[in-house]
């Protein structure tokens, strides 16, 4: 009896209908999730904070700016950031620019550290600038020297010790010793006993030179043993002296 239960009795109840709403709510979102894609931005229904573009644009400016900055080389970014250093405090490029009034090349050390011949005194207190001009003279080749007369008519000769490429092609041995000279015929060794002062002290040595017999002569005249050391062209130049030359006993 409908009326004497106190209610009415339904197939449709209300529990039943939250249920299936329940499982279609969860079905839908599990829908949309599998959909979602991993890159995909999430959707927002507001406008984005100004700060939050503000943040964006700084970023993307940064990561233009470290681009732009690994793009260049060393050099090229020293001078930009000394360029925004000038720009931002004042200033101008003179103010960064050295003195090369005392620069020195590797020319300039050889020049002032050269020696004729090298004793054991002399690597004594070995500097770099020592050390440089000895690595240089250690390539030079001691046998034959070659001679440098072009200053003759003022009693000066110039000396020095043979390179690698002089060797190879022969250049004061099988060549005449003369700079300036190609002649292989006729040669005759020679050797010169002379002094010479270098860095202020007074030193001998002996030095063999190749020379054609009929142009020798001319250097016989004017060849010494007092000689004074030009470092700035690594090389002797001789003044006349009493002292003559002694030809060697092998014409080699």
């Known amino acids: 009896d409908v009326h004497g239960s106190g209610g009415y009795d339904s197939d449709f109840s209300d529990e039943d209908g939250q249920g299936e709403t329940s499982q279609r709510g969860i079905k839908r979102a599990r829908e949309k999730e599998m959909l979602h894609k991993p890159f995909q931005k999430d959707q927002h229904s ?21 681009a732009h ?80 007369v072009s200053r003759y008519k003022e009693n000066k000769f110039g000396f020095r010790w043979r390179t690698e490429n002089e060797v190879v092609s022969g250049k004061g041995q099988f060549q ?3 700079k300036h000279c ?24 002996l030095v063999k030179l190749r020379k054609i017999k009929t142009r020798f002569s001319l250097l016989s005249l004017s060849l010494a043993s007092l000689c004074t050391v030009h470092t700035s062209c690594m090389c002797i130049c001789v003044r006349r002296s009493p002292a003559g030359l002694a030809r060697l006993s092998h014409d080699s």
Do not use: P
């Open 182 to 205: 190609e002649e292989e015929e006729g040669l005759r060794s020679w050797e010169v006993n002379f002094s010479y002062v270098e860095h202020g002290e007074k030193r001998n040595a």
């Open 46 to 66: 507001q406008v984005a904070h100004r700060s939050l573009h503000s943040s964006e644009v700084d970023r993307e400016e940064a990561r233009n700016r470290r």
């Open 176 to 178: 005449c010793g003369n």
């Open 69 to 148: 900055l690994i793009s260049m080389n060393a050099f090229e970014r020293h001078k930009k950031f000394v360029g925004d250093y000038i720009l931002y405090y004042g200033g101008q490029m003179l103010d960064f620019k050295r003195s090369r009034a005392k620069d020195k090349t590797d020319h300039d050390v050889l020049r002032e550290n050269h020696r004729f011949l090298w004793r054991d005194e002399d690597e004594e207190e070995m500097t770099w600038e020592k050390e440089l001009a000895k690595k240089y003279y250690d390539k030079l080749f001691k046998e034959y020297c070659i001679a440098d």
